[in-house]
């Protein structure tokens, strides 16, 4: 009998290893099932929160143009002018804060025309032809990509 009751327990003792083994490797699989699903969702929310900031620096961007045009079209005597400084102050401050969100302004001129980061809105005389010759609207990456193409004149 104490032979029987022996084998017994041995079964029993290597169906609960088998049991063990199982579990410990199902409890494996989900914890590493879970930590993918918060890695992903971890890049998801960053890619939601990185989009949402593109927004409102879409939104800033006309308002830079306006400072621009208005700097380029104002006569010299005026730009002495203490409060139209304290004016332009305010676009340097909205592109520092733009910049500290990994945005830059495109150089274009005298590069070549690409449509990948370029809007061609005229062709002109002069220059070597298929080159960016005048920019009409700044384009601006952000963190490396475009976020929005730069309205540009291109060579004939």
């Known amino acids: 009998m104490p032979e029987k009751e022996n084998e017994n ?3 029993k003792l290597e169906e609960c290893l088998k049991q ?3 579990y410990l490797a199902g409890w494996q699989r989900a914890r ?3 930590l993918n699903y918060k890695k992903e969702e971890m890049e998801r929310i960053s890619a939601l929160l990185a989009y ?3 927004e409102l620096i879409l939104k800033i961007l006309p308002i830079l143009d306006n400072f ?3 700097e380029n079209n104002l006569p010299e005597e005026l730009k002495q002018d203490e409060n139209v400084k304290g004016i332009f102050q305010i676009k340097n401050q909205m592109l520092d804060f733009i910049k500290s969100q990994g945005v830059e302004q495109m ?3 005298g590069q070549k025309f690409d449509p990948g980061f370029h ?3 005229e062709t002109k005389e002069g220059g070597e032809p298929g080159t960016v010759i005048e920019e009409v609207q700044k384009g601006y990456l952000i963190n490396g990509r475009l976020l929005r193409p730069a309205k540009v004149k291109v060579a004939k």
Request: charged fraction near 40%.
């Open 9 to 11: 327990l041995k079964n």
């Open 20 to 22: 063990k083994d199982e």
């Open 32 to 34: 590493a099932d879970f």
């Open 52 to 54: 949402s900031g593109e």
């Open 68 to 70: 621009e045009l208005v």
């Open 107 to 109: 150089n274009v001129i």
């Open 119 to 121: 809007e061609a809105i």
